[in-house]
């Protein structure tokens, strides 16, 4: 007797024990990032930190699967009516964390909030083709865009749902500092700059949340953020560069995610400033001319895939049969000697801290080329809007080290910013591309869209607006007592952790 | 002496004047904000728009009168980045540098004073040496290599205090020891050098002649006399560790205005960078005439006359 007395209180305690650190916080995760969030008012931003944050507060009416395919959210179907007329069913009895109900009065209301004039949301060029949003029933609503539109379920993974009733009462202001959503976590607290609070939302339409309290915390400095993690402050931290990676597999309780990310990185080339660069064949050299996975390895210690034109796999529409650039320093000397240019100097621009290792990278970039009898000079411009305004003003130098990656994950949003000519970021200009991009971004059959994709990015590569770069690896450190692996979007998904 | 301050009050309007028109002139230099407000791929259209919702198509003189009009009645604007009130920001932001730079500069004080007053009654000793050193040190050592060394061993190695963050007294610790340490250096040196001068004066050799004890001697005639040069760098050694919190705030993920400005200018954030300049600016101003003040106090032969201006 008194041995099962002894055993009970032993299985009692255990299950005080377990009961005791399942509340004082097991199932709460503190994430580290480089930034705070710019708003809580979603609709504000298009800063991929920040919406990662606000994707526990809201949802969409559709979202992106762990393979990034596009599958229903709080829309539960929809389809094509005609060439420009979408039609969208709603998930029914969800609700607004403030008890108000989800319909398509709130789906119409907010479609148009981000396209009032006195809205100062930068979300606006993201729902450009939309003409006006039709409540058919409470559960229904059509979608009219200006022209025929194949991105737009892709457009529908952003349209995040505000609480109409909440935002016409509380304010826009109001709506960004108590922010209300339908999501899987309810705002709790913002501390400018320290953290953000969330707490699971049990009447989730999709069941309660396993993490019960999430935190998210802006650390800025690499090193402080490593040392987060190491000391359990921070349970998932985001950007650890390559060369740390070792550093932290070694370290007690710590693991390294890594996925190939919705991110590239390239080098522009100023093919609009005329000159040399305007001949294709001096392009094609520069791409011969630079051992790209021998700067991969050495620079990124791997981490990173070449590309083979100008989208990277996570994005529907990449042609993995495109083959690469091969390093040919003999044929990249025959196209130039061909082009007349056997003695071009260039000079390479590139950020400092923008994108891993960048500096290094444009370095070793720039003195394989050298190496190769192209004398580039590297020219670091280390303050991001000095940098931005050189790519706007289309005054970069003749090769500007480029990243992109857009939440969308929609082919044209890799290809018509870039390469269109006269778009604001282009720094390049042929009628055919834009040709085959203007077709591609209109077909609405699938089958015939992704052809036309597999042709332009097949002109692209041929064509060579890039020295073309690689696939940035996203890398993270997370605590062990963590289930969870990362996504090709660089989001981060409370609902996707385990323990 | 009220008149004193009165007119210092309002020398410091126009030099608050001048620093608002500098730096409004240099932040317009650097560039359109609503570039960096917008996505790169954003349409001219979209562009313009938000130009013209923000004011900035007006002339410049007429965007710094609107500024200045509405900054006499301590309306900064909204900040464009954030689109709340720029001094929200700031009230909500000042608490963490101001508890920052009153715990690095305490802890300064607390260590730096003790040591080189004892450097000084202790010259050419032991002590005397280790402080030197520890004072070259101090100078010597960049805080953001102190900063990461002090999260190396007493966060990650050692475990007693927190990586990053505010989370209560702990979390101070850390940040106030990185902030702290250049200027402990600097005061240390000065009370050394203050203490030594006004030891070898006459009225000191006099008190010890006289009989007065040893500790009398040190610390009621010789340290108030040896304090006014102490004053007035640690007057502006505050003035200086609010405006170098910059780097410590980032390095620790402290929440308060040094990384707030960072980001303001990083993204052209007008209003919120005037108002962040305006702040400081008067918080200096008035930590200086304090520090005035107080040397009525620690020499009365100090009198502030229309004069002594």
Known sequence: ??????????????????????????????????????????????????????????????????????????????????????????????????????????????????????????????????????????????????????????????????????????????????????????????????RIVVEANDAHWTGKPTVRRATWRPIPELGARIAALQTGQADLIVNVPPDQVPMLQASKNVRIEKV?????????????????LADKRVRQALNHAVDMQGILDAVLLGNGKRLNSWMPPNVWGYDPSIPVYEYNPQKAKELLAAAGQSNLTLTLQAPNGRWAMDKDIAQAVAGQLTENGIKTTVKIIGEWGAYVRTILDHKTEDVAMSGWCLPSLEPDHWVTPNLHTGEPVSQYSNPEVDKLMEQARAEMNQDKRKQLYSQLLRVIRDEAPYIFGYQQMDIYGVNARLKWTPRGDESIRLTEIGF | ?????????????????????????????????????????????????????????????????????RAVRGDFGLSFKHQLPALTLIVQTLPATLELTAAGLGLALVVAVPAGILAALKRNSVLDALCSVAVLLGQAMPVYWLGLLLIMVFAVKLGWFPAAGRDGLASLVLPAMALGAFSMARIARMARSGMLEVLAQDYVRTARAAGIRAFLVTYKYALKNAAIPLVTIVGLEFGILLGGAVITETIFAWPGVGRLAVDAIFSRDYPLVQAIVAVLATLFVVINLVVDLVYTYLDPRIVYTRSAR
């Open chain 1, 1 to 194: 007797m008194p041995r099962t007395l002894t055993s009970l209180a032993t299985v009692l305690a255990l299950l005080v024990a377990v009961a005791t650190a399942w509340a004082a916080g097991e199932r709460d995760v503190t994430i580290a990032q480089g930034i705070d969030a710019e708003f809580l008012d979603v609709q504000m931003t298009n800063n991929i930190v920040t919406l990662i944050i606000n994707g526990a507060i809201y949802d969409t009416l559709l979202t992106r699967d762990k393979q990034l395919q596009i599958v229903p959210h709080l829309a539960t179907s929809y389809r094509l009516v005609s060439d420009k007329v979408w039609e969208v069913k709603l998930r029914p009895g969800v609700k607004f964390h403030n008890g108000e109900p989800f319909d398509a009065t709130a789906v119409k209301f907010s479609a148009e909030r981000i396209q009032r004039p006195d809205f100062k949301s930068p979300q606006k060029g993201w729902f450009g083709t939309l003409d006006r949003v039709e409540v058919v029933d409470p559960a229904t609503v059509r979608f009219h865009t200006k022209v025929p539109d194949p991105a737009m379920p892709a457009r529908m993974t952003l349209m995040y749902q505000m609480a109409p009733k909440y935002v016409a009462q509380a304010g826009d202001a109001q709506a960004n500092l108590k922010p209300v959503g339908t999501g899987p976590f309810k705002f709790v607290e913002w501390q400018k700059n320290e």
């Open chain 1, 260 to 276: 190939p990310s919705c991110r590239i990185i390239s080098f522009t080339i100023a093919q609009i400033k005329g000159g040399p």
């Open chain 2, 1 to 69: 002496m009220p008149g004193y301050v009165v007119r210092r009050l309002l020398q410091s309007l126009g030099v608050l004047l001048g620093v608002s028109v500098i730096v409004f002139g240099l932040l317009h230099l650097t560039g359109d904000p609503t570039r960096l407000l917008l996505p790169l791929e954003a349409r001219e259209e979209d562009v313009r728009q938000l130009r013209a919702l923000l004011g900035l198509d007006d002339p410049l003189w007429m965007q710094y009168a609107r500024f200045l009009g």
